[in-house]
Each structure stands twice: as C-alpha cells, then as structure tokens.
T-cell receptor, first 116, second 115 residues
Framework: GAVVSQHPSWVICKSGTSVKIECRSLDFQATTMFWYRQFPKQSLMLMATSNEGSKATYEQGVEKDKFLINHASLTLSTLTVTSAHPEDSSFYIC????????????FGPGTRLTVL | AQSVAQPEDQVNVAEGNPLTVKCTYSVSGNPYLFWYVQYPNRGLQFLLKYITGDNLVKGSYGFEAEFNKSQTSFHLKKPSALVSDSALYFCAVRDGAGGSYIPTFGRGTSLIVHP
C-alpha cells in the first residue's frame, strides 16, 4: 500500500517557539492531505484539509494563524505550530488521499508534540 | 450529513475467542466504510473497507467486517483473537454519493485481549 511519512516522530519544545511537522507521501502523489489532532484515548479531530497549490481549508474552531499549513508539492505538506503553548501538546497525524474511486486515506505514523 | 457510532469504549475478550467491535453509521447516499487500527503512539493502519460488492469484507491480520444495509452496521470481527490484536480500533464512513471525500471517524473502541 501507499506510504506516508511524518517528521519528526516526536518533538519537545519550549513555550513560545514554533515547530514544523512534515508529511510526505513516499510513493504516490497526493493532491490532498489532511491534518488531524488526537488527544489521549480520543478520536481524531480534523484540523484542516491541505490542497496542493492552494490555501488550506480549516475546520471550525481551528486557528489558521496558529496552525500554518503549506502544501508546496504533490508529495509534501507541512504543519507549523506557531508560538506553541503547553495546551498545543498533542499527537498530530497527517493523511494523504491516494485517489481512485474510494479516495482512500493513508495515514502517517504521527508526531508527538510536547510543549514545556 | 454523515455520522458513525462506536457504542463501546472498550471490548474485552480472551485470547482464542471470537471478537466483535461494533460500528453503526448514517449517510445520505451510499456508504463507503473503513476500519483502522491504531497501536500506542502510532498512526492509523488500514484494515479493510467496503465500497460495493460482497457484504462480507476480508482484511488484514485475519479481520473481517460485514456490511448490513438494513441495520446500517459494519461490525468488525475476527474468529480467534490474539493478544497482539489489543489496540484502538476506529470505524469511519464517507458518503460515496457526495463530493467530499472527508470521512467521519467514530470515537474509537479499545480492544483488550487477555492471555
């Protein structure tokens, strides 16, 4: 199946700093990628839909100036958490749509962000 | 609108026994249904999907799911559970008739298989 990678897999940063998370589709082109946030023992919360070459579409309640998304190519989307605070600590997961009739999503392994 | 419900937060089963993780859904058009598994601190792994065709879908690691249109259900099953099956399981649904391909995920069911 299609492979999606995320980097870094975990990151610890100080409050007030910015953190960039990369999501790559390794063996296919993805015109659309999704960014999710997951709290412990909870379901995935869709944050935004990232389309190559255009602005991301954010879900209600997600601050677009806080969570900057860039989808510069068909294989790379980045999520930057700006001026991170402890409440931004979470597990961030990206997924990429491989196309086809079912438009199946393939998920990255996730990034654990801890803000001190 | 589309929604999915996983009524059980946790399912406990003894190793070797059959397991069932329940999922019901609601969509306006034809449902595209998915099951994913998540191990601790990992992303979601695809298990199986139903798009069309046979109601019984077979997937990875010996899992299968049965699409039941009249009951709007898509329960995940396995004949003989393994301790290594212990993980968080997510059901997801997408409206196949709609233009959006953003699925809705259930809240997840924690499966615990006891030795």
């Amino acid at each position: 199946g299609a492979v999606v990678s995320q980097h870094p897999s975990w990151v610890i940063c100080k409050s007030g700093t910015s953190v960039k998370i990369e999501c790559r589709s390794l063996d296919f082109q993805a015109t659309t990628m999704f960014w999710y946030r997951q709290f412990p023992k909870q379901s995935l919360m869709l944050m935004a839909t990232s389309n190559e070459g255009s602005k991301a579409t954010y879900e209600q309640g997600v601050e677009k100036d806080k969570f900057l998304i860039n989808h510069a190519s068909l294989t790379l989307s980045t999520l930057t958490v700006t001026s991170a605070h402890p409440e931004d600590s979470s597990f961030y997961i990206c997924s990429a749509v491989a196309g086809g009739p079912s438009n199946e999503q393939f998920f990255g392994p996730g990034t654990r962000l801890t803000v001190l | 609108a589309q929604s999915v419900a996983q009524p059980e937060d946790q399912v406990n089963v003894a190793e070797g026994n059959p397991l069932t993780v329940k999922c019901t859904y609601s969509v306006s058009g034809n449902p595209y249904l998915f099951w994913y598994v998540q191990y601790p601190n990992r992303g979601l792994q695809f298990l199986l999907k139903y798009i069309t065709g046979d109601n019984l879908v077979k997937g990875s690691y010996g899992f299968e799911a049965e699409f039941n249109k009249s009951q709007t259900s898509f329960h995940l099953k396995k004949p003989s559970a393994l301790v290594s099956d212990s993980a968080l399981y997510f059901c997801a649904v997408r409206d196949g008739a709609g233009g959006s391909y953003i699925p809705t995920f259930g809240r997840g069911t924690s499966l615990i298989v006891h030795p």
